[in-house]
């Protein structure tokens, strides 16, 4: 079963904006993952970030972690068509949980 | 190569017929992942390499599923019998550690049953 729950479920913008997509877990972690997957192919490792961590960045990824309300979250600023995909947050214990994803629709 | 390949991209099968998933993971990478992605769904874990040591099976739906790395390189999943209920994608991820570490997936095989 998935541990992660990904909110909103679907996300659609115009380019330049920003973009926040929460993630909610349920048990204790090592860390926690943010992938992303376009249409037909596999998922693409963006960021991860430590539980003893509780902000990350990455180009235009910024990545926050909240382990006392057991959530993240992963803001993209100023979005681009080409960002245009799923994103899913995976929680690290023994193996990775992957939630259900954020679809993001980039709009030219 | 330089990514995770896997083999075919595309199967379909009918109910009650035996397939076979390949999955080259990039070379050196001593961790390997089996996933099962349904439409709309994120990745659920199936199995887990160390090398050739299979750590972890505890995702595999059913004793028809079958998974075996014997030389720590190549993977092969193999499903029996299959059923209507086992179309989905299939991912093969591998990793250069441990599992918490981050993955390097392949495209997947999209496996319909009809």
């Known amino acids: 079963s998935q541990q992660g729950e990904e909110d909103p479920q679907a996300l659609s913008i115009q380019e330049g904006e920003n973009a926040t997509m929460n993630c909610s877990y349920k048990t204790s972690i090592n860390n926690l993952q943010w992938y992303r997957q376009n249409s037909g192919r596999g998922l693409v490792h963006l960021i991860l970030i430590r539980s003893n961590e509780r902000e990350k960045h990455s180009g235009r990824l910024r990545v926050t972690l909240d382990t006392s309300k057991k959530s993240s979250s992963l803001l993209i600023t100023a979005s681009r068509a080409a960002d245009t995909a799923s994103y899913f947050c995976?929680?690290?214990?023994?193996?990775?949980?992957f939630g259900k994803g954020t679809m993001l629709l980039v709009s030219p | 190569g330089a990514g995770v390949s896997q083999s075919p991209r595309y199967k379909v099968a009918k109910r009650g017929q035996d397939v076979a998933l390949r999955c080259d993971p990039i070379s050196g990478h001593v961790s390997l992942f089996w996933y099962q992605q349904a439409l709309g769904q994120g990745p659920e874990f199936l199995t887990y390499f160390q090398n050739e040591a299979q750590l972890d099976k505890s995702g595999l739906p059913s004793d028809r599923f079958f998974a075996e790395r014997p030389e720590g390189s190549v993977s092969t999943l193999k499903i029996q019998r299959t059923q209507q209920e086992d179309s989905a994608v299939y991912l093969c991820?591998?990793?250069?550690?441990?599992?918490?570490?981050?993955?390097?997936f392949g495209d997947g095989t999209r496996l319909s049953i009809l």
């Open positions: 995976a929680t690290a214990s023994s193996t990775l949980t």
């Open positions: 991820a591998s990793g250069s550690s441990n599992s918490n570490q981050p993955q390097h």
